[in-house]
């Protein structure tokens, strides 16, 4: 896969991480372009957050920062270095992954791959099932290798995305205040279409 892919779906997906927030109702607490001070604590960007933070215009200074910018980009490519995007022939499929790997973390991405790859092999007339463990290795790529020579990836990432969605019902079901960005995980799911739906 050529590296010009990374920057496609990073901008792709920091569409759906707005910028700085600081909602009560969030489970990452303050956050900026998605990353969460909470969980990521010691990420450098947080430190050039702070000297800004009396500024008449914060947050909106923060946007047009470029060492902050810098920094979030060098966050997220963790993530496509842990889905090995460099190694998925399938555009849609590296998108899919990156974007789930971003809000649900990069394990949860890959296992819901794997579920998806091993839902769609006939019984395993078209491959042997491989492991639903979260890890992405040699196995699970040339099993996905195999699946794109034959089929759609449209249609695995359909069902990736089903498992995704599975995800956010449980979470709401389970605490009624993440109702709230119900809507916005929905077009986060329809990320693969052609045009995202508009809700």
Not at 160 to 165: A, D, P, S, T, Y
Request: proline share 2%.
């Amino acid at each position: 896969m050529e590296q010009s892919y990374y920057l496609k779906v990073y901008l792709e997906t920091m569409k759906f991480e707005g910028a700085y927030s600081n909602d009560p109702n969030d489970r990452g607490g303050e956050t900026y372009c998605g990353i969460s001070r909470k969980h990521n604590p010691d990420w450098k960007g947080w430190i050039l957050i702070d000297k800004r933070r009396d500024w008449i215009d914060f947050p909106k200074c923060l946007d047009k920062n470029f060492s902050i910018k810098l920094e979030v980009s060098s966050f997220y490519k963790k993530y496509w270095n842990q889905i090995k995007g460099d190694k998925i022939s399938s555009f849609e499929v590296a998108r899919e992954l990156f974007d789930t790997g971003v809000n649900q973390g990069a394990k949860t991405a890959v296992k819901y791959l794997q579920q998806s790859l091993n839902l769609l092999n006939r019984q395993e007339k078209l491959y042997k099932n491989i492991k639903e463990d979260g890890l992405i290795g040699k196995k699970t790529i040339s099993t996905l290798n195999l699946y794109l020579k034959n089929d759609s990836a449209s249609m695995l990432v359909l069902w990736m995305n089903v498992f995704q969605g599975m995800r956010y019902v449980d979470i709401i079901r389970k605490d009624e205040t993440q109702e709230k960005y119900a809507r916005g995980w929905a077009k986060r799911i329809s990320l693969t279409k052609t045009e995202i739906i508009k809700i």
